[in-house]
């Protein structure tokens, strides 16, 4: 059954003549009976008595014109609702992102944005892990992704737009606060404030990386995932932490930020999108991310 073979049968049903049904629906007399015989065929029921000069339905038939008409307005609505998401989506972004791209690039980015696509809304999605990021893309359920490392799938691409150094952020007060540089051996005896390992696995890595390289493990008092609550704990002297350069812009006061050498495992900072199927306003945005990301 199609919706063609449903069209037949109300036009039919309505006119109970099978010329103005024909020339309602822009078909042939012949190419109509054929398509109610296609119907009646596979419902296993007959829906109209025909003869030269009188068209009627029969029981079976006169049951059914309730239920054809439901089934194509519902269908007519979902086309039309179908429609219309896509036609608003043109105008609708959503931006994953990690905390850096969040708080840091995505003000300026729409603030330049704005300046061309005013009517554009852009909604702003948590989400944590690379890997679901990559999932939401391939899945339209975001469309630009802000991310720690390349994202490169059969649907999904990536591209650098900066990379940082990590630094050890002391309290003030913190004898090695005033140093040029600090390496893992300098700070071995600190009491560190660390990061879980599923939430921050790179600078875990650079952490646990530096130390291994020296031969001990760091003396984590206490984990900690949002930056911003690691800030306030080194402020309070509770210990000192890694963190990518970028934290400088949200700390409180009383805290100092040395550079951690060597370190061999730069904070990198990619904007992930599909490979196809963006709209104009998607585009544009990736363009401003392009220019203000650098």
């Known amino acids: 059954m199609n919706i063609r073979q449903l069209e037949c049968f109300v036009a039919v049903a309505e006119e109970?003549?099978?010329?103005?049904?024909?020339?309602r629906l822009g078909l042939s007399?012949?190419?109509?009976?054929?398509?109610?015989?296609?119907?009646?065929?596979?419902l296993g029921v007959r829906l109209f008595f025909r003869t030269t000069r009188q068209v009627s339905m029969t029981q079976a038939g006169s049951e059914f014109p309730q239920?054809?008409?439901?089934?194509?307005?519902?269908?007519?609505r979902s086309v039309s609702n179908v429609r219309h998401t896509a036609e608003s989506d043109l105008r609708h972004i959503r931006v994953s992102g990690v905390d850096e791209a969040i708080s840091m690039l995505l003000p300026k980015v729409l603030l330049s944005f704005?300046?061309?696509?005013?009517?554009?809304?852009?909604?702003?999605?948590?989400?944590?892990?690379?890997?679901?990021?990559?999932?939401?893309?391939?899945?339209?359920?975001?469309?630009?992704?802000?991310?720690?490392?390349?994202?490169?799938?059969?649907?999904?691409?990536?591209?650098?737009?900066?990379?940082?150094?990590?630094?050890?952020?002391?309290?003030?007060?913190?004898?090695?606060?005033?140093?040029?540089?600090?390496?893992?051996?300098?700070?071995?005896?600190?009491?560190?404030v660390?990061?879980?390992?599923?939430?921050?696995?790179?600078?875990?890595?650079?952490l646990w990386s530096g130390f291994r390289q020296i031969g001990a493990q760091p003396n984590i008092v206490c984990e900690i995932i949002d930056k911003s609550t690691l800030l306030q704990f080194v402020a309070q002297e509770l210990g000192i932490a890694l963190a990518p350069a970028w934290v400088r812009n949200i700390?409180?006061?009383?805290?100092?930020?040395v550079p951690f050498e060597p370190c061999s495992n730069p904070i990198d900072l990619y904007v992930a999108f599909r490979k196809t199927g963006n709209s104009a306003a998607i585009?544009?945005?990736?363009?401003?991310?392009?220019?203000?990301?650098?």
Do not use: C, M, W
């Open 67 to 76: 239920d054809a008409k439901r089934i194509l307005a519902d269908i007519e």
């Open 194 to 206: 660390g990061y879980p390992k599923h939430a921050r696995p790179i600078l875990h890595e650079v």
């Open 114 to 192: 704005r300046e061309t696509d005013p009517n554009v809304h852009v909604q702003v999605l948590e989400i944590s892990s690379s890997e679901q990021h990559a999932q939401e893309l391939i899945s339209h359920r975001t469309d630009v992704a802000f991310v720690r490392t390349p994202l490169e799938e059969n649907f999904i691409t990536s591209k650098l737009l900066h990379s940082q150094p990590v630094v050890v952020v002391l309290a003030d007060t913190n004898p090695l606060s005033g140093s040029a540089s600090l390496s893992a051996s300098e700070i071995a005896n600190q009491p560190i």
């Open 251 to 257: 700390a409180p006061p009383g805290v100092t930020f």
């Open 16 to 23: 109970l003549h099978f010329r103005r049904a024909g020339e």
């Open 283 to 294: 585009e544009r945005f990736l363009e401003v991310v392009g220019t203000t990301g650098d």
């Open 29 to 42: 007399q012949s190419a109509l009976s054929e398509r109610i015989a296609a119907l009646e065929h596979e």
